[in-house]
């Protein structure tokens, strides 16, 4: 029904910078709100950042409050996540979702739709 599509991850090294994209297809989206998750290998999913349909309420996860910032490109359908000063506990992989109910919450079982992942590795 809606496909959603990461793209933007890679390797890099501490305190360097990536924009993760997601654009979501196959559907007509209106009001709804779009998160960022990452899970690392042996930890549950876990909440990075959310943005309403507006574009006009963001929220983060402490561990990324500062450095990472998440906006709705000119595109509805299409968000970004731009990680700056990346660390080693920032390797994961990155999944974007969408509610279309626009919810906005950091809990991934309100999220109907998912990417298949994009990875970010920071290593040196």
């Known amino acids: 029904q809606v496909d959603v599509a990461e793209s933007g991850g890679g390797l890099v090294q501490p305190g360097d910078s990536l924009r993760l994209s997601c654009v979501a297809s196959?559907?007509?989206?209106?009001?709804?709100?779009t998160g960022w998750f990452r899970q690392a290998p042996g930890k549950e999913r876990e909440f990075v950042a959310h943005?309403?349909?507006?574009?006009?309420?963001?929220n983060y996860a402490n561990s990324v409050k500062g450095r990472f910032t998440i906006a709705r490109g000119d595109a509805e359908n299409t968000v970004y996540l731009q990680m700056n000063n990346l660390k080693s506990e920032d390797t994961a992989v990155y999944y974007c979702?969408?509610?279309?109910?626009?919810?906005?919450?950091?809990?991934?079982?309100?999220?109907?739709?998912w990417g298949q992942g994009t990875q970010v590795t920071v290593s040196s």
């Open positions: 979702a969408v509610d279309p109910w626009g919810r906005a919450t950091i809990q991934p079982r309100d999220y109907d739709y």
């Open positions: 196959g559907g007509t989206f209106s009001r709804y709100a």
């Open positions: 943005i309403s349909w507006s574009g006009g309420s963001t």
